[in-house]
């Protein structure tokens, strides 16, 4: 959340078998070791980030989520300018907290099942992650009846590691690029995967991809998909 660009974008995945998972991660693991092209490479990548990726690679790579019927996709983006909390000087870990529990809302409300979150370590300052999961677990279990009895663990990991947190880094990715230079084509391979947006804040925001995007859901939902 630095002065950097004019918006901020959250993105969730949401894994919702095993088998999705499993495949996530063999997709991760063998886009390290491909070119833009898709020839092997010599030296694995660390990690699969959008920011970094040619686009042969982010196409690739969007197109396989896209495919997987048991992902959905989820993202928010603040538009800063505009985001009163930012302009009054707010702490932004607290901010980044504030605007992880409004994503997780939306995410809390489509499923009555157990969750098990896991949150970029790296995207957030050490001393507010502890406060990062209690808020979201409190939140789960007090304004969401439909989990109660369920199971809701929150975690962080690094990404580095993680493949999973990886592909949410790619979505992520093709989100900002919408937003940012008015490119909706990576964020248009996801379709019917994008589960739900949100805008913030609801009045000022500027630039807004909603309609283009809802355009695209209705399209593939009069299609049958």
Request: a positive charge.
């Amino acid at each position: 959340m630095g002065a950097e660009g004019e918006y901020f974008v959250l993105a969730a995945v949401v894994f919702k078998t095993e088998k999705s998972e499993a495949r996530a991660r063999r997709l991760i693991r063998k886009e390290q070791r491909l070119g833009a092209a898709g020839e092997k490479l010599r030296k694995v990548r660390r990690e699969v980030k959008f920011s970094k990726m040619k686009f042969e690679q982010r196409q690739r790579v969007l197109n396989e989520i896209a495919r997987e019927e048991s992902v959905d996709v989820f993202y928010f983006v603040a538009y800063k300018p505009r985001c009163a909390l930012l302009m009054a000087g707010k702490k932004k870990n607290l901010i980044y907290n504030y605007f992880s529990k409004l994503l997780m809302e939306r995410v809390f409300r489509r499923y009555d099942d157990d969750f098990e979150i896991v949150f970029d370590q790296r995207a957030t300052a050490v001393k507010s992650m502890n406060s990062l999961t209690e808020y979201i677990q409190i939140s789960a279990y007090v304004d969401f009846p439909n989990l109660t009895g369920k199971r809701v663990t929150v975690n962080q990991a690094d990404s580095r590691t993680n493949f999973l947190l990886q592909v949410a880094d790619v979505v992520a990715g093709a989100a900002a690029q919408a937003y940012t230079l008015g490119n909706r084509h990576f964020l248009e391979i996801l379709g019917r995967k994008i589960k739900a947006i949100d805008e913030f804040p609801k009045k000022g925001f500027r630039g807004s991809q909603k309609l283009g995007i809802g355009k695209l859901l209705l399209i593939d939902k009069l299609r049958g998909y």
